[in-house]
């Protein structure tokens, strides 16, 4: 390898360390299980400001965390911060968010601040593409800390990408896996579709309804 490349490489691996990862094997450092765990959450959100892991650290203005009570029985996970949400580094606060804000407040009889609202990625994608498996993979550990130190008793999945990298099943689609109760650690994960869906697909509406009665259900028992 020629000196520049190894240099770059070398750098590379000290701030991809800095970050916590263990480097056994070049790949594997990109698995959710080789991230040391965080101390605390703003241990956590600090990271995310800093990471640089995948380019869209390079385009966002600002990485979108997650907000929400820190306690939270439930957790909405999204796909990716959209322009509004990169804009103000909040998650869920486009039209998307507002059909989001009001199932929780008209359906499960909460309100915003009682649950917690993250997503796959931190960083937007580029006019809102769906994000890739490679940027998934690198920025899913995150997620995966966020959970354990939140510890939410009910995941909701909105929509397939959301589903998809939370779970690694490709095959099934979310019409058909909706509304289900999927055990997800110490949690029950129920996948529904994503409010941007319901925008575009109104009818869907009645059928993330009937999910909701299922999420209300399950949080009165716990
Ligand atoms: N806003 C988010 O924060 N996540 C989404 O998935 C869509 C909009």
Redesign the pocket.
Known sequence: MQAPLKLLLLNELYKHRAFGFKYTHFEKKLEAQSFNSFKNIEHLKQSIWQCNLCTLSKSKKNS?FGEGNLNAKLLFV?????ST?DECGR??T?R??ELLTKIIENVLHLKREDVYLA?ILKCRPPKNRTPSLEEAKMCKPFLFEQIKLIKPKIIVA?GATSYQHLTNDFESKISRIRGSEIPFGDAILVPTY?P?FLLRNPSAKKDVYYDMLKVKSIYEKI
């Open positions: 979108v999204g796909e990716a911060p959209g949400e998650p869920f486009g998307a968010g997503n909105l994503h941007s």
